[in-house]
């Protein structure tokens, strides 16, 4: 029965820190976070890599940038919060406490306070972090996948086909990228799928255009030519040959999009246009806690320093990246 | 270099008509019939068969297109929520979007490009580690909770400046007074990401061996940084500026919501909000326009900075 313990309480929102599943997953966090910091600052227990290895010769750079392990901490900090939401917060994001059905002070109870529903803020900015991954995560999914399917034909076909490409997606990027995701939204309407499609197919021009520089560099390259002249098609050509060599440079560009992508995504639900109340999104949250920024400042500072936190880890972790992997092209 | 700056402008045309159609294709895919949308509650047989007639809406779509755009540019089409002229909303608010968008455009260079210059000159000093340490915090917070915090602190907490509003135009105290938090909520993404950019784009010119040449002659260090370095600097200064706009613009509309500015951005959220397409369509155009036309400036500026670049 434990198990449902959150759910039962859901309605009254009581106390659950002293159930099992809260003491297992705090247990399992401290060794997650043990791991990574072994994992990070014990770097000599990764000796028995093979040398040349590319995965440790990033990992040895990589580990010379500070800010990079630690954002890597706190991302991975933020994946645990975001995937075991249910088992560490303290309440049921959408639990309305009755008895108190108006904003409270942060307190021994509600660590970051109560809004104006008497919503536990810590649960819902927990919460919060499965939307903002998850929705940052699959917008440039779509952005990536669009973005260097486009480059990939541009730069290899060349010719005609690259210059109509390019120009339509300049075209495209004309129009700034949340304009562009507002005038999507306003016909598709508001949702999740909906933002996650607008973001996705706003801004490919980044993607496309890493892509097609790439790709003109490596269709020179010998074993390019190599597999041409034994008969490859252009297919395994692009997905055999040029796509993972220019993977390195578009993990670093995913990174510091994902950024971008929870930004805008926390900007439109801010606008009231993104996901929809009473989903725990923190652009949704901020949006209520500017009515109440007079009275109630702990609703709107809280998911902002979610906000900023996270996309400040992505940010610093793709710099980190961009250092380790030294792809070029991105500048 | 002429030809440079004519073939730039020759290429608004295809991006105009490449910027309305997109507007156009994606108003289109609202789902039912756009006369009974434009009409909503006051719909009847005959007031549909009128707007078909007026809008076109039975016409084939490039017909349909080409009398959008006419009647967009001759003020014909309406607003739903409005019962105004989409043209006549938008020029009434474009004013205020106007002065915010210069006021932080101009905050943006004035702060962050002698911070970004005295960081790298005086390279891991106590200033150039705190600026920059602001700096990757500051590309990292949205505008909108920027905007918040700028209200609760100078306007709750320190009551100095109005929370929210219009105050006039931008030439009498009460607008300046007005603008002066949001145009600095605005420009906080372009300050943090300018002055970084700056930084790194000085230290990396003040290695060249010109600099070194100019130092053992005897130049002065004032006048080598800002004649020799700076104005080197200033080409990948400018990319990253013109790189900005785009998060700019969309920043503006947000932060337009969060001050309450009557500027085109609110207005094109609101226009989303009630479904109202034609003024979605217009109010998104304006500011794509705006926004293409600040970019080809921000791009004709590099003709004038480095003339040794060539266009084909």
Known sequence: MQLYINYKNWIIGDKIWSSLEVQVSSITSVIIILALLILIFKKDLFSSFK????????????????????????????????????????????????????YTAPSSVHWFGTDDFGRDIFSRVLYGARIALGVGFAAVLVNASLGVTLGLIAGYYGGKADMIIMRLIEIWNSIPFILLALAIISALGKGMINIIIAVGVTGLINFSRLTRSIVLQIKEKEYVLAARAIGSSDFRILFKHVLPNSISSLIVLATLRIGISILVVAGLSFLGLGIQPPTSAWGTMLNRGQEYLIQAPWMSIFPGLAIIITVLSFNMLGDALRDALDPRQLD | MFAYIIKRLLWLIPVLIGVSLILFVIMEMVPGDPASIMLGTNIT????????????????????????????????????????????????????????????????????????????????????????????????????????????????????????????????????????????????????????????????????????????????????????????????????????????????????????????????????????????????????????????????????????????
């Open chain 1, 51 to 102: 040398e040349n290895d590319l995965f440790q010769k990033t990992w040895k750079e990589f580990n010379k940038s500070l800010g990079g392990k630690i954002a890597l901490i706190v991302l991975a900090l933020i994946f645990y919060s975001a995937f075991m939401a249910p088992f560490i917060s303290p309440y049921s994001p959408n639990a309305i406490d009755y008895s108190n059905m108006n």
């Open chain 2, 45 to 312: 047989p005959e007031a549909v068969e009128a707007l078909n007639e007026k809008f076109g809406f039975n016409e084939p779509f490039h017909i349909r297109y080409f009398l959008m755009l006419k009647n967009f540019i001759t003020g014909e089409l309406d607003s739903i929520y409005y019962n105004d002229q989409v043209l006549n909303i938008i020029s009434r608010r474009l004013t205020a979007t106007i002065e915010l968008g210069i006021l932080s455009l101009l905050i943006a260079v004035l702060v962050a490009i002698p911070t970004g210059v005295i960081a790298a000159v005086k390279k891991n000093s106590i200033f150039d580690l705190i600026s920059m340490f602001i700096a990757t915090i500051g590309i990292s917070v949205p505008a909108f909770f920027t905007g918040i915090i700028f209200i609760y602190i100078f306007s709750v907490y320190i009551p100095i400046l109005p929370s929210s509003g219009y105050g006039g135009r931008i030439w009498t105290l009460s607008g300046l007074r007005h603008l002066i938090l949001p145009s600095f909520a605005l420009s906080t993404v372009m300050i943090a990401s300018t002055s970084r950019l700056t930084r790194s784009a000085m230290l990396d010119i003040m290695k060249e061996d010109y600099l070194v040449t100019a130092r053992s002659k005897g130049v002065a260090e004032k006048k080598i940084i800002l004649k020799h370095a700076f104005r080197n600097a200033l080409i990948p200064i400018i990319t990253n500026i013109g790189n900005q706009l785009a998060m700019m613009f969309g920043g503006a509309i947000l932060i337009e919501s969060v001050f309450a500015w009557p500027g085109v951005g609110r207005l094109a959220v609101k226009a989303v909000e009630y479904r109202d397409q034609p003024l979605v369509f217009g109010s998104i155009l304006i500011l794509s326009i705006l926004y293409v036309t600040v970019n080809l400036l921000v791009d004709l500026l590099y003709v004038f900075i480095n003339p040794r670049i060539s266009y084909k």
